[in-house]
């Protein structure tokens, strides 16, 4: 079956420390996309990529950096310099190539602080 | 900047009674997408609107674009537990860039 996967599920961070959240999908998508997710709130774009080798920046991007060397692949790292890094980050993608079509997305992965 | 505001921000119904979500945006919309989060759940895709004035039915949900392109509702008719999650309305304009409202939580008492 076609789709995104997320890991790990649960992830825990100490201070100063970086974390890489991983997303992977088979589904031979164009675009992907990070979200972070806060309690009780909407979805907020940190990354975006349309194409390999290629991010944009989002609303919220202060804090995390990207990567996409291979389609398939858009891992995101949570630095240090987040202060406040404890959500649920969701992955998405969509394609081909247009921005408007439906979001698929991953399980997620919550992130705490220790 | 572009903003897309939904309320209301949490309703608590009896199951049978009926639901409405509403979304407006800040800006005209090229689509507006409509996706529902279980609890515990990631996002899952429900339906697209694209033409203004376009109401599409799924079952118990009916989708509704506004004329000017700018605003949306989901309204369930009799809810049942099942129905139980956060609906977000997401607003398209260009690029590549969906613009998500903070969703409406929907509490179903059996």
């Known amino acids: 079956d076609g789709g995104i996967t997320q890991s790990p599920k649960y992830l825990f961070r100490k201070e100063g420390q970086n974390v890489t959240l991983s997303c992977e999908q088979n589904?031979?998508?164009?675009?992907m996309y990070w979200y972070r997710q806060d309690p009780g709130q909407g979805l907020r774009l940190i990354y975006y990529s349309q194409i390999v080798n290629d991010f944009q920046k989002g609303d919220i991007a202060e804090g995390y950096s990207v990567s996409r060397e291979k389609k398939e692949s858009f891992p995101l790292t949570v630095t240090s310099a987040q202060k406040n890094p404890t959500a649920f980050y969701l992955c998405?993608?969509?394609?081909?190539?247009?921005?408007?079509?439906?979001?698929?997305f991953g399980d997620g992965t919550r992130l705490s602080i220790l | 900047g572009q903003q897309v505001m939904q309320i209301p921000q949490y309703q608590h119904v009896q199951e049978g009674e009926d639901f409405t979500t509403y979304c407006n945006s800040s800006?005209?919309?090229?689509?507006i997408q409509w996706y529902k989060q279980r609890p515990g759940g990631h996002p899952v895709f429900l339906i697209q609107l694209v033409k203004s004035g376009e109401v599409k039915k799924q079952k118990r949900l009916t989708f509704q674009f506004g004329e000017a392109k700018k605003n949306s509702s989901l309204h369930i008719t009799a809810t049942q537990t099942t129905d139980v999650g956060t609906y977000f309305c997401?607003?398209?304009?260009?690029?590549?860039?969906?613009?998500f409202g903070a969703g409406t939580r929907l509490f179903v008492k059996a």
């Open positions: 800006t005209t919309l090229s689509n």
């Open positions: 589904l031979n998508h164009d675009a």
């Open positions: 997401a607003g398209y304009t260009g690029g590549f860039k969906t613009i």
């Open positions: 998405a993608s969509n394609g081909p190539f247009r921005g408007d079509q439906p979001q698929h």
